[in-house]
């Protein structure tokens, strides 16, 4: 099995905390006010570190969900078909 995913899912981490710091940065230039900027400065950031996140997980998942893909259609093998249930 590759270790590829697994290190990719590691620099996840890294790569959102990036992401998280260079949005807080531009959007405290942007000099917005008040509450809008408390409520932006909040969202944004984390949503942008999220986004950042996405691409290094994405191949973690999919190795995951096709290992539980194979075990469901073994255990469907391992069972006897019942003609009257379908």
């Known amino acids: 099995m590759s270790s590829r995913p697994a290190i990719l899912a590691i620099l996840a981490l890294p790569a959102g905390l990036i992401g998280y710091v260079l949005a807080t940065s531009v959007l405290s230039g942007l000099g917005l006010r008040g509450g809008v900027q408390e409520i932006v400065l909040l969202f944004v950031p984390l949503f942008v570190a999220g986004l950042c996140m996405v691409p290094f997980l994405v191949p973690l998942l999919d190795r995951m969900a096709k290992r539980d ?8 093998d391992r069972e006897p078909v019942d003609d009257d249930k379908r």
């Open 69 to 76: 893909l194979e075990a469901h259609r073994a255990q469907q």
